[in-house]
Every structure is written in structure tokens, then in C-alpha cells.
């Protein structure tokens, strides 16, 4: 029987349907970061098929529960590329990873792309728009089993989104997005037990609203669904700690382990190992979540 929305906003789904995988939630999950693109604001330059196979490879061997396979950049000011270009560059990674029997999940905001991904048998779809480009929520709601990770970014483009990022009350805002955006999905018939959500931290927020997310992101709890927390390596720690993109592993962890204790279920991450020690600790220790 599909799970429904929670009315406990602390009993979350003990699991995340994804595609070929049922997700136990009992722990952290940790979903590696697998950029297919020259201009990613991180790792981006890894253009050939082989080297994001060879890394994806490593994630999972480092403790990678989920791959997320993207080919287009999404960081602030970032161009869009055509479809033909993003799926020339994901779908031989994605053919591989399929083929590792672990859960796939596709980074994309085009509906094309998420099919043809889908087709491959990609198991999550994973989108910085929530399915608002026409025909996303249809391909997801065609799809029997697929996980979706809806996030909340401001405006509608990666490009512009943080040109002047404004908010009455940032957490409200963003549940309010994310509960239109589950109900969208509802009412195509897509099972809640498929859905996640995500705050989008760094997109259309100031350091303030990001940390303000943080701070309350307990609150998102309320939606009933997983919550999938994005902080590693972002602007915003940089901001904090003066840092740059490559000196910000400790800030990543810290705000990881404050995102689970605030009740994060799924990490999007660049460091899996360092990632997966941090928390084996936490977990050791009994601390929340």
C-alpha cells in the first residue's frame, strides 16, 4: 500500500522507494557526486566517460549508497546546455553505472534528458527545479517506481537565481513550494514513498537564508518525506570560513552532521569516505539521527 504524507512530522517512510531499490532510511545515505561537466563549481572538468566511471566507481568503494550523475552545471550563473549536449555526456556514464546494480539517480531539470536516463534504468530522478519545466511531472508520474528528489531553488533558472534572493520567512516559503510540488505529484498518481525533498541550499539564498535553513530545517519535517541535504563544499561555508572551494572539507562535514541532526536523511556529497567516517563516529557517539 503507498505511503501517504505523514501527520507525525518525526515519522518519516523507513524507506525511500527508488526505482529497482527499496532505500532503508535507517541511517544516513550518502549520494556521491558524479559531475560530467567542464564548469561544475567543484570538481567540474571531467568531461570523458571514463574518468567519471573511474570516479563513480571510487565513490561506491569509498561508501557511496546513491550515484547522482549530472551533465550540465547548475552553479549560480551557470548557462544552460542543449539536451543533445547534456545526454552525449551522461548517458555512457550512466549505462555503466546501471550496470553496477546501486541505485542511479540523474541530475538533470529537462524532461528529455530524465527520460532517456529513465529508459537506461536510472533509478531517481533529481531535479534543482522540482519538475516545473513542461512535461517532468509526466515522465516522472509515467514511470511505475522512480525516486524523485524535488528541490527548492528561487526563480527559474540557475543563471539568475541569485541576482537578489528575498524572503518573508525563508523556511515557510520553501515548505510551502515543496508541499505544491508533492501535491502536483499526488494528484498524477505518484506515491509519496517515491518522493524526497531538498531546501536547495545556495540556490536563490543569501548565507543568511542558508543557514536559517539549517538552523530550522527540522521544520521540513512536517512535509512527512526524507529530507536530502546538499551543503558540501558550498558558497556559503566558504563565506563562513574563508575558504576556498578546495579547503572546505571540514566546514562540509560539520554542516553534514548538523543537517542529520536536524533530520537529513539522504547527503548529496563530494567526500563519500571522509563523509561515511564522520558519520560512523556520530553514530557510535548515539547522537540524533
Given at each position: 500500500?503507498?505511503?501517504?504524507?505523514?501527520?507525525?512530522?518525526?515519522?518519516?517512510?523507513p524507506?525511500?522507494?527508488?526505482?529497482?531499490?527499496?532505500?532503508?532510511?535507517?541511517?544516513?545515505?550518502?549520494?556521491?557526486?558524479?559531475?560530467?561537466?567542464?564548469?561544475?563549481?567543484?570538481?567540474?572538468?571531467?568531461?570523458?566517460?571514463?574518468?567519471?566511471?573511474?570516479?563513480?566507481?571510487?565513490?561506491?568503494?569509498?561508501?557511496?549508497?546513491?550515484?547522482?550523475?549530472?551533465?550540465?552545471?547548475t552553479?549560480?550563473?551557470?548557462?544552460?546546455?542543449?539536451?543533445?549536449?547534456?545526454?552525449?555526456?551522461?548517458?555512457?556514464?550512466?549505462?555503466?553505472a546501471?550496470?553496477?546494480e546501486?541505485?542511479?539517480s540523474?541530475?538533470?531539470?529537462?524532461?528529455?534528458?530524465?527520460?532517456?536516463?529513465?529508459?537506461?534504468?536510472?533509478?531517481?530522478?533529481?531535479?534543482?527545479?522540482?519538475?516545473?519545466?513542461?512535461?517532468?511531472?509526466?515522465?516522472?508520474a509515467?514511470?511505475?517506481?522512480?525516486?524523485?528528489?524535488?528541490?527548492?531553488?528561487?526563480?527559474d533558472?540557475?543563471?539568475t537565481?541569485?541576482?537578489?534572493?528575498?524572503?518573508?520567512?525563508?523556511?515557510?516559503?520553501?515548505?510551502?513550494?515543496?508541499?505544491?510540488?508533492?501535491?502536483?505529484?499526488?494528484?498524477?498518481?505518484?506515491?509519496?514513498?517515491?518522493?524526497?525533498?531538498?531546501?536547495?541550499?545556495?540556490?536563490?539564498?543569501?548565507?543568511?537564508?542558508?543557514?536559517?535553513?539549517?538552523?530550522?530545517?527540522?521544520?521540513?519535517?512536517?512535509?512527512?518525506?526524507?529530507?536530502?541535504?546538499?551543503?558540501?563544499?558550498?558558497?556559503?561555508?566558504?563565506?563562513?570560513?574563508?575558504?576556498?572551494?578546495?579547503?572546505?572539507?571540514?566546514?562540509s562535514?560539520?554542516?553534514?552532521?548538523?543537517?542529520?541532526?536536524?533530520?537529513?536523511?539522504?547527503?548529496?556529497?563530494?567526500?563519500v569516505?571522509?563523509?561515511?567516517?564522520?558519520?560512523?563516529?556520530?553514530?557510535?557517539?548515539?547522537?540524533?539521527?
Amino acid at each position: 500500500m503507498p505511503a501517504e504524507l505523514s501527520d507525525d512530522p518525526h515519522r518519516i517512510a523507513p524507506f525511500w522507494q527508488a526505482g529497482r531499490f527499496r532505500l532503508a532510511l535507517g541511517r544516513p545515505l550518502l549520494m556521491g557526486i558524479v559531475n560530467v561537466t567542464p564548469d561544475s563549481f567543484s570538481d567540474g572538468g571531467r568531461t570523458t566517460a571514463s574518468a567519471a566511471i573511474a570516479h563513480a566507481e571510487q565513490l561506491l568503494k569509498d561508501g557511496a549508497d546513491i550515484l547522482d550523475i549530472g551533465g550540465e552545471s547548475t552553479r549560480p550563473g551557470s548557462e544552460p546546455v542543449p539536451a543533445e549536449l547534456e545526454l552525449a555526456r551522461v548517458l555512457p556514464v550512466l549505462r555503466a553505472a546501471v550496470a553496477l546494480e546501486v541505485p542511479v539517480s540523474i541530475d538533470t531539470l529537462k524532461p528529455a534528458v530524465m527520460q532517456a536516463a529513465l529508459d537506461l534504468g536510472a533509478d531517481i530522478v533529481n531535479d534543482v527545479q522540482a519538475l516545473r519545466q513542461p512535461g517532468a511531472l509526466e515522465v516522472v508520474a509515467a514511470h511505475p517506481s522512480c525516486g524523485v528528489c524535488l528541490m527548492h531553488m528561487l526563480g527559474d533558472s540557475p543563471k539568475t537565481m541569485q541576482a537578489a534572493p528575498v524572503y518573508t520567512d525563508v523556511i515557510a516559503e520553501v515548505r510551502d513550494f515543496l508541499r505544491e510540488r508533492v501535491a502536483a505529484l499526488a494528484a498524477r498518481g505518484v506515491a509519496a514513498e517515491r518522493l524526497s525533498v531538498d531546501p536547495g541550499i545556495g540556490f536563490g539564498k543569501t548565507v543568511a537564508h542558508n543557514l536559517e535553513l539549517l538552523a530550522r530545517q527540522h521544520e521540513l519535517l512536517d512535509l512527512g518525506l526524507p529530507i536530502l541535504a546538499g551543503w558540501s563544499r558550498k558558497s556559503t561555508l566558504g563565506s563562513l570560513c574563508d575558504r576556498t572551494v578546495d579547503q572546505r572539507l571540514a566546514a562540509s562535514l560539520a554542516a553534514a552532521l548538523a543537517a542529520v541532526q536536524r533530520g537529513a536523511r539522504i547527503l548529496r556529497v563530494h567526500d563519500v569516505r571522509e563523509t561515511a567516517d564522520a558519520l560512523k563516529v556520530w553514530a557510535a557517539a548515539g547522537l540524533p539521527g
